[in-house]
């Protein structure tokens, strides 16, 4: 079965430097979930989407936005990274109002130095 | 205090032995109810939802749900060493973000 694709896998940036985050949902999933999970944390909800609609926003900062296109992908850019941006990026999918089930990707591990 | 509490181990159990793992949680509107597996270094997969109150079983996992006393649960039968991993309890509204818990270290001993 498909599942969430996650685009890149790994990615080192420095200080300051900007960075794109992509996932695809899995087909026919409309709602898709951002997490952020540090070091021996558990994952913390960032931002989520609804029909490319902003449904839910948690404690992300401000430097970072995020949306979601015609196709159903959503991208996460994180400006001005700071060294505790540094963890594992998760993106989930769910079909929505079908089902409240998440399913996540296999995450992007950032690493700022 | 966290809105979804689990003990965070370890929990030690030898193969072929049951292992329970407990989560609590805060928020009494709450209706939906998952454990994740997480392996180290990856993603989370689920492995149960439940949403009424009850057991629920899926081939060697069982979760129980307890709203009243804002419990869940969930039960591995026949422990094998592959399920040494970090249960993960999430908590959620509808199609809201869930909530997580710390996660539980389970170790399953030959």
């Known amino acids: 079965a498909a599942g969430v694709i996650q685009s890149p896998r790994h990615l080192i940036k420095e200080k300051r430097e900007t960075a794109t985050l992509k996932c695809y949902p899995i087909?026919?999933?409309?709602?898709v979930y951002w997490y952020q999970q540090g070091p021996g944390q558990d994952p913390q909800f960032l931002i989520s989407?609804?029909?490319?609609?902003?449904?839910d926003k948690g404690s992300i900062p401000d430097r970072f936005s995020a949306q979601q296109f015609s196709d159903y992908h959503s991208e996460l850019n994180m400006s001005s990274l700071e060294l505790g941006d540094s963890a594992l990026y998760f993106c989930?999918?769910?079909?929505?109002?079908?089902?409240?089930?998440?399913?996540f990707g296999p995450g992007t591990r950032l690493t700022v130095t | 205090q966290k809105e979804v509490e689990q003990n965070s181990g370890p929990l030690s159990v030898p193969e072929g032995a049951i292992a329970s793992l407990n989560c609590t949680y805060s928020d009494r509107v709450s209706q939906s109810f998952f454990w994740y597996r997480q392996y180290s270094g990856k993603s989370p997969e689920l492995i149960m939802s439940?949403?009424?109150?009850g057991d629920k079983e899926d081939g060697r996992f069982t979760a129980q749900l307890n709203k009243a006393s804002q419990y869940v649960s969930l039960l591995i039968r026949d422990s094998q060493p592959s399920d040494s991993a970090t249960y993960l309890c999430?908590?959620?509204?509808?199609?809201?973000?869930?909530?997580f818990g710390t996660g539980t270290r389970l170790q399953v001993f030959p």
């Open positions: 999430a908590v959620g509204r509808n199609t809201d973000k869930l909530i």
């Open positions: 087909p026919r999933h409309d709602t």
């Open positions: 989407f609804y029909e490319k609609m902003q449904s």
């Open positions: 989930a999918s769910s079909p929505g109002r079908e089902s409240y089930e998440q399913y």
């Open positions: 439940i949403y009424s109150n």
